[in-house]
């Protein structure tokens, strides 16, 4: 399954995007996780979600301001960022993973899709 995500751009502090994974197949019993790298930064992880979307973690840096959420008909997932902030800007990833909820660490996910630029200025 080739995943591809899609959405990114540039938005002014306080600005929304939301961003889309799709999937070239069915993904119904992956953990799908975000995220983001941004320059001379490690990679580090944003969200998750379990394979049915009724679990879900986030990294304590985007609670309240970012959703994950999963239409496992239309093989996506999304993530809807709001009220962004300069430190948000990165390169978003989508990566898959044979656990239902990996969680936010890398290295439990083996399917990575091409990311999607965030840039969040005025």
């Known amino acids: 399954v080739q995943l591809q995500a899609s959405g990114g751009g540039l938005v002014q502090p306080g600005g929304s995007l939301r961003l889309s994974c799709t999937a070239s197949?069915?993904?119904?019993?992956?953990?799908v996780g975000w995220f983001r790298q941004a320059p001379g930064k490690e990679r580090e992880g944003v969200a998750c979600i379990e394979p049915r979307g009724r679990d879900t973690n986030y990294a304590d840096s985007v609670k309240g301001r970012f959703t994950i959420s999963r239409d496992n008909a239309r093989n996506a997932v999304y993530l809807q960022m709001t009220n962004l902030k300069p430190e948000d800007t990165a390169i978003y990833y989508c990566?898959?993973?044979?656990?239902?909820?990996?969680?936010?660490?890398?290295?439990?996910?083996?399917?990575w899709g091409q990311g999607t630029q965030v840039t969040v200025s005025s």
């Open positions: 990566a898959t993973s044979e656990w239902h909820l990996p969680g936010l660490a890398d290295n439990l996910y083996d399917n």
């Open positions: 197949g069915s993904m119904p019993n992956s953990g």
